[in-house]
């Protein structure tokens, strides 16, 4: 298994920007799709965004589609998630997670199973 560490987060007014780093160990890291998460207080935690082993394909929710977006460095062992446009509902703990590439999986959500600790993101109005 691949081990993530997520860093980043932070408070932040409404209408700013934050970038979420998740940092890979391993060798293998190019081998996964990777994935952003998060997770508010009292609420179920939901898909963010996703991006393939290759960085060739990219998904979002549509709750953060055209503010957020996701990126990947393979040689740095690190996925991103810039965040621009942030609203007080954006508000959660915010999760990198991985799974095998190249594989099929029933939706773009599906077949994360190893997971960061969260890093806090706070939206102030």
């Known amino acids: 298994q691949v081990q993530l560490v997520e860093s980043g987060g932070g408070l932040v007014q409404a209408g700013g920007s934050l970038r979420l780093s998740c940092a890979a160990s391993?060798?293998?890291?190019?081998?996964?799709?990777m994935g952003w998460f998060r997770q508010a207080p009292a609420k179920e935690r939901e898909f963010v965004a996703a991006?393939?082993?290759?960085?060739?394909?990219?998904y979002y929710a549509d709750s953060v589609k055209g503010r957020f977006t996701i990126s990947r460095d393979n040689a740095k062992n690190t996925v991103y998630l810039q965040m621009n446009s942030l609203k007080p509902e954006d508000t959660a703990v915010y999760y990198c997670?991985?799974?095998?590439?190249?594989?099929?999986?029933?939706?773009?959500?599906?077949?994360?199973?190893?997971w960061g600790q969260g890093t806090q993101v706070t939206v102030s109005s």
């Open positions: 991006i393939s082993w290759s960085g060739g394909m990219t």
């Open positions: 391993g060798r293998t890291f190019r081998s996964y799709d």
């Open positions: 997670a991985a799974r095998v590439g190249g594989v099929y999986y029933r939706d773009y959500a599906a077949g994360f199973g190893s």
